[in-house]
Every structure is written in structure tokens, then in C-alpha cells.
């Protein structure tokens, strides 16, 4: 295509996605960003001969559009669709599948190992951005690219800090100089010359002089110190001048690092102005970006309400959240309290230890995180937090299904991950007001550390409490008993189990129902008494069943000697698709009527 029509495509592609995207939903700030950037990649690289590899992947949707699936972009996020994320076995120039950030880095490094190693010369290409860059994974990559490979492309897509004024006019001057083959050939051929002249200390010193001098006006030449070549920062919405420096760099000798300052949100008014809102967002109308928002209080804002309701009688509270004041609602909190709030960036393993160092002084952190993101603190939550006996409280929002976000973000697997580390208590609500009261519950715990894990979306519908109730660790709550089967159900499975009760019940079944409420400790009395009297007690959790809260169960009865059978329900053991979440219930068995089903063929085999 002709130069002069890029910025055409550029602005038919972002029309393309404003209007897909009111009707799909998606990650819209974010893309509209780094429209120029992906078009100048793919006028530069060919793929899937050369590796792409875009950090979080939420950024990727452009790369999609380019690479063929256009015509099936209106399927995004929806079930059998295109994911809203990379995705290896979806398209061949797809290169590195991820919906968790850091990971860009590292698993392009290794992919131009593998190259170097097989004696091939493709490029490949690491974008990252959006905060990314505060993850650890990122960090320890960046420290071995030079000691491991001579050829490597590092994009900081930065669209989140400002460049200082003074600093950066001199920076904006030097990164011209460099947009030149000239200057990188003379920048080569110097660096020879004076080897030979005067020999390669020489050539150290005057390299160090060099960088030192560099360091005054490059606000990033540390990079340099890790033996990347830094070029920028370069306007990211210049599609001839990405070019053009995508192919000076292509060439060179040795990794580099290109810095491009972006806009989220670009080309759109109110996702401009409001990125936060747009960068991962619903339904919403063109004309204003407008959303609809649901009549019951979500989950998260459940939370949010509640432990600010606590920390304005307890000063000890702190809220500590990875990257995610909104998606967790500690907004909420930190507008009350905004010198007890910290937000650490896109580094879970780091929020957790130091929430374990302020629980050491005597505080009572909590800190949220989605559960998909949790996983990254298992070793905290079990050689920092639980060996010690902090009593930190780790709150997972999103357990559970993650629906049109698909299998990197379903929570469905901390359970089984967190169950077997000792003295932790796990618990989940039943509704949004159970939520209000295990947060106070919580607040008491002050030698072991607790977490709770509570679904994504809309409540119950249940009113709050006016004052929250201080549970009973490990006590169930019994809604009622059953002589032929006992449900026990774990949190927003409940309402679910009370479908499903009331369905048996039409067959002329007895059934009981019983809130489980802790995953650890189990209530061991009840659950055994409640075995002993039935003929059949079935579990329900949103969770994969392999080591999760049925597993508990099982675990517990076989300890016992005690035979009642148990039939667990929960999501298969493997990677739940993307979809709404009434189809992945349906099609994974999952519904009131399915259970039920699934229940009577158990106590009626054939």
C-alpha cells in the first residue's frame, strides 16, 4: 500500500473497531492506541515468519485485523469466536498465546534463543506496555537479553507517563540523530576505528564517556547499561517514522529497545477521556460511549463499600491491589483513604509481600486481586504469609467464571492450589451481604492469614447490612436437611443448589441444603452428620473439581470411614473456552435442570 494511504487504513481501522466493539465489547483504549504501531510492524515483519509477540496480547487486535480475520472480528469474545487475546491455536501468526502481563519478554527471548540455536535469522518482535513493565517477569528478562541473544526487538509501547519538557526536546533531537542509517553505520564503524587505533580498552572508555554523556539527555539510558541500544521516545501515531525505524533497526547488530509514546483511547473521544472505562469495556453506545448499568450491586463494589465501612473504625486496615483500583473497587477505598491505599503496579508476587511486611508491624492489609492473577502469589501466600502466621487477608475477586474473557481468565483453580497450605482459612459468600460479614470476620483473624474468593459481576440482590456479623471459622449454615440427598453448596453455587432442591423435591425426593461457606477447615461435624443421614450428598462449587472443594469433601469422609457416596459438580478439569456464561454452563452440564439430571441418573444408575 502506498505510504500516503497509511493513515487512511489507520482511521478506517479504528471506525472499524469503535463500531465492532459497542456491539462485542473488548479492550477498546487499548488498541486504539497502537494502531499505527501494529500497522508499521506488519509493513516491516512478515509473519508468521518473524514473531509478533504483544505483552498481556489485549493489544492485539489490530494484529488480528492484518492477519486475515477481519471478516470474522464480529465473533470476538463470543463462544466458538475469535479471543479477545492472542491465541496460538487460532492463527498461525499468533506466535505466543497470553491474558497475563510480563510475559511478552521472556517468551520472546526464548523464542530467539531457540532461532539462534537452529541457525535461522528471523526477527522477533516483543511489545510491551500498559504497565507491564512494572512486572517482574519483565525486569528479570530484560537483565539476560544481551547475554543472550545479538538479535531482539523490544517495543516500550509507554502510554501511561508523560515525558518531562526539558528533558524531552533533547531527547526528541537525539532520537532523531539516530533515525538515520548513517548515524547507526558511523555509530558501528567509530566503535572499530578506534579499536584499532588505539585498542579495545580505549574503546571501553570512550563507550562509557558515550553512554555517560547519553544518560544527561536520554531519560531511559539504563537500557544501554544492559546492552540494549535505546532509541526514543518516538511519537507512536507517526506511521512513516515507526517505519522508518523498525527498518533502521532491523538491521542491527545487537537487541534494541524502542521507546514510543502513545495514546490510549486515540481517535475517540470518550475513551480518550475516560481510558480506564474503555480499556476493557462491555456493551456501549457509538454516539457517546455510554453504558448500562445493572440495578444490583456487583460483587466488587460489595467489597469496596464494605471494607471502607470497616477502615472508618479501624485504622489499622490497609487496601493494597496489583494494577486494578477499579476492577476491584478499591477506588472506593482509596477516596476515603487514600494514605492507607497502595496500588504497586502489574507485580502480584511483590503486593503480597509487602502486605506480609505490614502485617508483620501489626497492620491488617487486605489485598485484592483477580483470582486468574492470584496464582502468582501461591508461594507468597504459603512461605511468607501462612509459615510466618501474618494474618494477611487475600481477597479474590473474579473466582469463577471470567466468561467472554475465556481460560486465561476464568478463576477456577485456586482452590486446588491454595487448599493444601496449612493454617489458611478459605471462605467464600453466599450472596453480596455474607461477602460484608466474612470481611469482618476477617478483620478478627490476627494469627493466621485468611482469603476470600467471590465471583465477577451482579450480587444476589440481597440488601447490605447495616452492621456486618462476625462468623464462626469452619461453621457451615444449614437451610435445610433432606433424607435422600444433601446439596452442599459452595458461595454463589447456592443459588444454583436452592434451583436444583426445589427440582428434586417435584420428583418426590427429600433434599436439604447447606451453605458451605468455609472451604478451610471444613465443618467436619456437620458435614459428617449431614452424610450420615442421607443417602447421597452432592457438592457444587464454581471451580474445576480436581483438588477442589468436593475433593475436600471426599477427602474428609474417607478419613472418617465414612461410605455415603459423593457426587461432586463443578467445571471439568481443563480450560474452560470464552463464551457467555449461561452457554459454558449449558454446555459443560452445569444448569439447575442438567444437575438435577445428572443427580437422578446417580441415584438410579441404569
Not at 486504539?32 to 514473531?51: C, M, W, Y
Request: proline residues 4%.
Amino acid at each position: 500500500m502506498p505510504g500516503e494511504k497509511l493513515n487512511i487504513l489507520a482511521a478506517e481501522i479504528r471506525t472499524f473497531l469503535i463500531d465492532t466493539l459497542s456491539r462485542t465489547g473488548g479492550h477498546l483504549a487499548p488498541n486504539l492506541g497502537a494502531v499505527e504501531l501494529s500497522i508499521a510492524l506488519h509493513r516491516v515483519f512478515n509473519t508468521p515468519q518473524d514473531k509478533i509477540l504483544f505483552d498481556v496480547s489485549h493489544q492485539s487486535y489490530i494484529h488480528k485485523l492484518l492477519t486475515g480475520r477481519a471478516a470474522q472480528f464480529h465473533t470476538l469474545r463470543r463462544f466458538k469466536g475469535l479471543s479477545g487475546f492472542m491465541k496460538r491455536s487460532e492463527s498461525a501468526h499468533d506466535a505466543f498465546g497470553a491474558g497475563h502481563a510480563g510475559t511478552a519478554l521472556s517468551a520472546g527471548l526464548g523464542m530467539a534463543a531457540a532461532r539462534d540455536l537452529a541457525g535461522e535469522d528471523f526477527h522477533v518482535i516483543s511489545v510491551v506496555g500498559d504497565g507491564s513493565f512494572t512486572c517482574g517477569t519483565t525486569l528479570e528478562g530484560l537483565n539476560n537479553i544481551a547475554s543472550t541473544t545479538k538479535k531482539f526487538i523490544l517495543i516500550l509501547n509507554d502510554n501511561e507517563w508523560s515525558i518531562d519538557k526539558n528533558v524531552g526536546a533533547l531527547s526528541h533531537y537525539f532520537s532523531s540523530l539516530q533515525e538515520t542509517e548513517s548515524y547507526d553505520w558511523l555509530r558501528q564503524h567509530t566503535k572499530s576505528i578506534i579499536e584499532k587505533i588505539a585498542g579495545k580498552e580505549m574503546r571501553r572508555q570512550v563507550s562509557k564517556l558515550v553512554h555517560a554523556a547519553h544518560g544527561f539527555i536520554t531519560p531511559l539510558s539504563f537500557f544501554q547499561e544492559l546492552g540494549l541500544t535505546y532509541y526514543g521516545p518516538i511519537d507512536g501515531h507517526d506511521i512513516a517514522r515507526l517505519e522508518k525505524i523498525l527498518r533502521i533497526v532491523s538491521k542491527q547488530n545487537g537487541p534494541a529497545i524502542i521507546h514510543i509514546v502513545t495514546e490510549k483511547g486515540r481517535g475517540y473521544a470518550p475513551a480518550a477521556d475516560n481510558p480506564t472505562k474503555f480499556h476493557g469495556i462491555g456493551t456501549y453506545n457509538v454516539e457517546d460511549g455510554s453504558t448500562r448499568k445493572g440495578s444490583i450491586i456487583t460483587y466488587s463494589e460489595a467489597f469496596g463499600q464494605s471494607l471502607t465501612k470497616m477502615a472508618a473504625d479501624d485504622p489499622k486496615i490497609t487496601a493494597i491491589t496489583a494494577a486494578m483500583p477499579s476492577g476491584t473497587k478499591l477506588d472506593i477505598f482509596r477516596k476515603s483513604f487514600p494514605r492507607r491505599f497502595y496500588d504497586v503496579g502489574i507485580a502480584e508476587e511483590h503486593a503480597a509481600i509487602f502486605a506480609c511486611g505490614m502485617a508483620a508491624q501489626g497492620l491488617k492489609p487486605y489485598l485484592a486481586i483477580y483470582s486468574t492473577f492470584m496464582q502468582r502469589c501461591v508461594d507468597m501466600i504459603a512461605h511468607d504469609a501462612a509459615l510466618q502466621k501474618l494474618p494477611v487477608r487475600f481477597c479474590m475477586d473474579r473466582a469463577g467464571l471470567s466468561p467472554d474473557d475465556g481460560p486465561t481468565h476464568h478463576g477456577l483453580f485456586d482452590i486446588a492450589m491454595m487448599r493444601a497450605i496449612p493454617d489458611l482459612i478459605m471462605m467464600q459468600p453466599k450472596d453480596e451481604a455474607e461477602l460484608a460479614d466474612m470481611l469482618f470476620t476477617m478483620n478478627s483473624i490476627e494469627d493466621v492469614p485468611s482469603a476470600i474468593r467471590y465471583p465477577r459481576g451482579a450480587g444476589e440482590g440481597v440488601p447490605m447490612p447495616e452492621q456486618a456479623r462476625l462468623l464462626t471459622i469452619g461453621e457451615a449454615e444449614v437451610l435445610s436437611e433432606g433424607a435422600d440427598v444433601t446439596l452442599l453448596a459452595l458461595g454463589n453455587m447456592n443459588a444454583t443448589a436452592a434451583a436444583v432442591r426445589d427440582l428434586l423435591q417435584e420428583q418426590g425426593l427429600s433434599c436439604g441444603h447447606t451453605n458451605a461457606r468455609f472451604i478451610a477447615p471444613l465443618d467436619k461435624a456437620t458435614i459428617l452428620r449431614l452424610a450420615e443421614g442421607s443417602k447421597l450428598l452432592v457438592t457444587l462449587e464454581d471451580h474445576v473439581i480436581t483438588g477442589g472443594f468436593g475433593s475436600a469433601v471426599m477427602e474428609l469422609l474417607n478419613e472418617e470411614g465414612n461410605t455415603t457416596p459423593v457426587l461432586r459438580i463443578g467445571w471439568p478439569h481443563r480450560f474452560i473456552e470464552h463464551g457467555k456464561e449461561q452457554q459454558l454452563r449449558e454446555l459443560h452440564g452445569l444448569t439447575p435442570e442438567q444437575i438435577c439430571g445428572t443427580i437422578l441418573s446417580h441415584l438410579s444408575p441404569r
